[in-house]
């Protein structure tokens, strides 16, 4: 995981009273493609914006890389999470254990 992180393109973390309370990544080309890899709160820490603003930040230095894509659960709370942040759903698939989206 360490290495993960290490190699990662860029890495952002949410921190309340110095406890790391979330953290997002990303992998990249730098010029065609984001892959957004993690985006992680602690589940006492949810639904109070703060995987919106990890989202905002970890992509920011990747504003002008052409294609954003992330795999997740098939969770259909992460299908309204990721959508409200301009995610689109890539052909979903019946069964499925994931689910893919592009920006």
Excluded: K, N, W
């Excluded at 984001?34 to 992680?40: A, C, E, G, I, R």
């Excluded at 930040?57 to 299908?79: E, I, K, N, W």
């Amino acid at each position: 995981l360490i290495r993960s992180v290490l190699s990662s393109a860029h890495v952002v973390c949410a921190r309340q009273a110095g406890t790391l309370v979330g953290m997002a990544r990303v992998v990249s080309d730098f010029g065609t493609l984001v892959y957004l890899q993690d985006v992680l709160v602690d589940p006492g820490m949810q639904r109070r914006a703060i995987g919106a603003e990890l989202v905002v930040r970890v992509l920011a230095p990747f504003a002008d890389v052409r294609q954003t894509v992330l795999l997740t659960d098939a969770d259909s709370g992460l299908t309204v999470f990721y959508t409200s942040l301009g995610f689109s759903e890539a052909a979903p698939s019946a069964g499925a254990t994931v689910r893919a989206f592009v920006r």
